[in-house]
């Protein structure tokens, strides 16, 4: 909203694109967003970026993986003690149709061991998927994620 139309243009033309979206909140704004490199959506790559940059008020040790592993891996630290890596998969609900896809993401992640990751949910950015989703894993929405991220940090 700090943007003023000639930047606005300026950007769309350096690759960005104007959508409305809901970030971590329960309501919608127009942003500016870099389309991404890869095929995910741009509400994907939104959140991705939401929660990383939430998660960097906390942690330095925040990865984003566009194309493999989980969407976000970080390190929870309490003082000086380590407590842990934990990952989260983003989901649009577009995949919620393609069950064995599902299926086997959780089961990857439920195995996994560079890093062994102390816990990972499933972040829905409807909350209207999160039923299927808690059918497989732990699940929380999009609006939840500020708290969640907080709770682990304390």
Same mark, same amino acid.
């Given at each position: ?6 930047q606005?243009?300026f950007?769309?033309? $350096?690759?960005?694109?104007? *959508? ?8 919608s704004?127009? /942003?500016? %967003? +870099?389309?991404p #490199?890869?095929?995910?959506?741009i ?13 960097? $008020?906390?942690?330095?040790? *925040? ?9 976000i891996? /970080?390190? %929870? +630290?309490?003082g #000086? ?5 934990y ?25 996994n061991?560079?890093?062994k ?7 829905v ?24 991220i ?5």
């Open positions: 909203k700090e943007l003023n139309p000639n606005i243009e950007l769309k033309e $350096k690759g960005f694109v104007q *959508v409305r979206l809901c970030g971590l909140e329960a309501y704004q127009w /942003f500016v %967003v +870099k389309k #490199e890869t095929n995910e959506s509400e994907h790559y939104f959140i991705i970026q939401a929660i990383t940059d939430e998660l960097k $008020k906390y942690t330095q040790n *925040v990865t984003a993986y566009p194309t493999f592993g989980p969407d891996v /970080f390190q %929870v +630290k309490r #000086e003690e380590a407590s842990g890596w990952a989260i998969e983003v989901e649009t609900g577009k995949r919620a149709k393609n069950h064995a896809d599902l299926e086997a993401k959780t089961d990857k992640n439920n195995r061991d560079k890093p990751y102390t816990q990972w949910w499933f972040v950015t409807d909350k209207y998927y999160k039923p299927e989703y808690e059918k497989l894993h732990q699940t929380i929405t999009r609006t939840e994620v500020k708290e969640k907080a709770s682990l940090f304390r």
